[in-house]
């Protein structure tokens, strides 16, 4: 019986999987979508002493978010 490897792997005639099934998949392009997309802003704070804040619109404080 051959000495065991480092990594612990049998020889391929006992082992017929790719050694690249071991490692897992790489990620399809749908699942990296998330993490590339930015988040939106947030929104701006709102401040009790300044109720006019309320009346802007988000379109005017945010002009590049499509609605």
Partial sequence: M???T???IAPYSENPI???SISPPP???ENLIPTITPAPP???PTNPS???L???PLSQLHPKIPR
Wanted: glycine share 0%; hydrophobic share 20%.
């Fill in 50 to 52: 300044d109720p006019h």
């Fill in 42 to 44: 947030p929104p701006p």
């Fill in 54 to 56: 309320d009346d802007i």
């Fill in 18 to 20: 790719p050694h690249y």
């Fill in 2 to 4: 051959p000495p065991a």
């Fill in 6 to 8: 480092p990594f612990n």
């Fill in 27 to 29: 990620s399809p392009v």
